[in-house]
């Protein structure tokens, strides 16, 4: 089974560039989360979805973060414009949460690492 | 913000020694999870304890929940150097949203 994937897997921009993270998920899991991860904490979270319809948003800055899953597979994460306090590691993770075999089980993808300069 | 609170912060010992790293939580859950991330790369799926659940194992490691604490303790036992890691925990309020809250987590080195 392939993993979760994203890329770029690095990226570096200056403050007030835009930058936009793809992330494509497992087959068939419902659920997508975009997390953030500034070094040194634990992952917290931007936005969920749940097919191609919003969870949870109330974490995502929602002046400069944009997120969206067009079909309810692929998503992607833009910042506009960036800040120097956007510098993290950006997780993408999905989760079988239909059907008989709905799991409780995250899997993460490898992360986009971002450094805003 | 935060739900858990891992601790202590960063663990260093010996290959063949036992690790044990606590987490405490501040709300009612419906379970609880243990994910490691190695450096570099994304997390990985450990363990899950349900709030019915008091202990669960899982080859080396061995987590705990005590539900009136509102804590939970993994320990890994005959840790190698592989374990080399940080160790999140992360609780689900069983909203029936999906929606988990890391901590903080625990660094562990695994001295060969």
């Known amino acids: 089974e392939a993993g979760v994937a994203q890329s770029p897997r690095y990226k570096i921009i200056e403050k007030r560039q835009s930058v936009a993270f793809w992330c494509n998920p497992i087959s068939g899991h419902a659920t997508l989360y975009w997390y953030q991860q500034i070094l040194g904490q634990g992952p917290k979270l931007l936005i969920q979805f749940q097919n191609n319809g919003v969870v949870d948003d109330s974490q995502l800055p929602k002046d400069r973060f944009s997120a969206e899953r067009l079909k309810g597979v692929d998503s992607t994460l833009k910042i506009q414009p960036a800040k120097l306090e956007d510098s993290a590691v950006y997780l993408c993770?999905?989760?079988?949460?239909?059907?008989?075999?709905?799991?409780?089980?995250?899997?993460f993808g490898p992360g986009t690492r971002l450094t805003v300069t | 913000s935060q739900q858990g609170e891992e601790d202590p912060q960063a663990l260093s010992i010996q290959e063949g020694e036992n690790a044990t790293m606590n987490c405490s939580y501040k709300t009612s859950i419906n379970n609880l999870q243990w994910y490691r991330q190695n450096s570099g790369r994304g997390l990985v799926h450990l363990i899950l304890i349900r709030s019915n659940e008091r202990e669960k194992h899982s080859g080396r490691l061995r987590v705990t929940l005590d539900t009136s604490k509102k804590s939970s303790s993994l320990l890994i036992t005959a840790s190698r150097a592989a374990d080399t890691a940080s160790y999140f925990c992360a609780t689900d309020r069983g909203s029936g949203t999906y929606k988990y809250i890391f901590g903080t987590g625990t660094r562990l080195k695994v001295l060969a």
């Open positions: 993770a999905t989760q079988l949460t239909s059907g008989s075999a709905s799991s409780y089980e995250q899997y």
